[in-house]
Structure formats: C-alpha cells, structure tokens
Nanobody
Framework: VQLQASGGGLVQAGGSLRLSCKAS????????VSWFRQAPGKEREFVAA??????????DYGDSVRGRFSISLDNAQNTVYLQKNSLKPEDTAVYYC?????????????????WGQGTLVTVSS
C-alpha cells in the first residue's frame, strides 16, 4: 500500500480546505484509512477515520473536529478526502493520511503501518 497526501495550504479562519489521500489499495474493505495531524511541539492527533464493511461506509472523528470535518471515499479515484470547514487557527498542523488493516482502535497511530507524506495546513486568524 502506498499513500500520497495533497491539498494543504494557507487559509483564513472560517474558511474551508479539502485534503486528498490517493491510495494504492485494491480493496478498501480490508483497510481503514485515516487522517492524523501534528502541530509544532504537540503529539500526533487523530482526526478522522474511514472504513467500509459489507458495502456500508463508516466514519469516525476526533472530538476537536467533529461537526466541522468530513471524511469520504471516491472509489473510482482510489482517493480518501478530508473536507475541512469552519477552520480555526488551532487546526494549523501537518496532516498525514495513514492506513491499517482492521477496523478497531482507529485513533491509535501506533496501529498504522503505512503513512503518506505530510501536507501542511496553516490557518491564519
């Protein structure tokens, strides 16, 4: 599995941004694809996870982004998107997409064995 993240940039507070994670995954049903972020001087933080099971799709979010961010899959493009709305300066971080097999404990970064390169998001006040 290989992951390629993109879409970071500079945005004003209150604005929106969409990150993309292109994944070389043949069967998304066997994997969880998630986004994490790491701000300077802080630990890596779980942002959102996406997985599928029996033709149904599921998502989970970290408390700090729930209601503002949305994760989705474009199966035809093999791409997982993270739509970020109502951005705040505290959302400034390097965002990483990651994948693992299985669907449990998605917030634990130690369980992910494949990581894409980070993409920097800066939210100005």
């Amino acid at each position: 599995v290989q992951l390629q993240a993109s879409g970071g940039g500079l945005v004003q507070a209150g604005g929106s941004l969409r990150l993309s994670c292109k994944a070389s995954i043949g069967n998304f049903g066997a994997y969880t694809v998630s986004w994490f972020r790491q701000a300077p001087g802080k630990e890596r933080e779980f942002v959102a996870a996406f997985w599928s099971s029996e033709n149904a799709y599921y998502a989970d979010y970290g408390d700090s982004v729930r209601g503002r961010f949305s994760i989705s899959l474009d199966n035809a493009q093999n791409t997982v998107y993270l739509q970020k709305n109502s951005l705040k300066p505290e959302d400034t971080a390097v965002y990483y997409c990651a994948s693992k097999s299985g669907r449990n404990n998605n917030h634990l970064s130690s369980l992910y064995n494949t990581w894409g390169q980070g993409t920097l998001v800066t939210v100005s006040s």
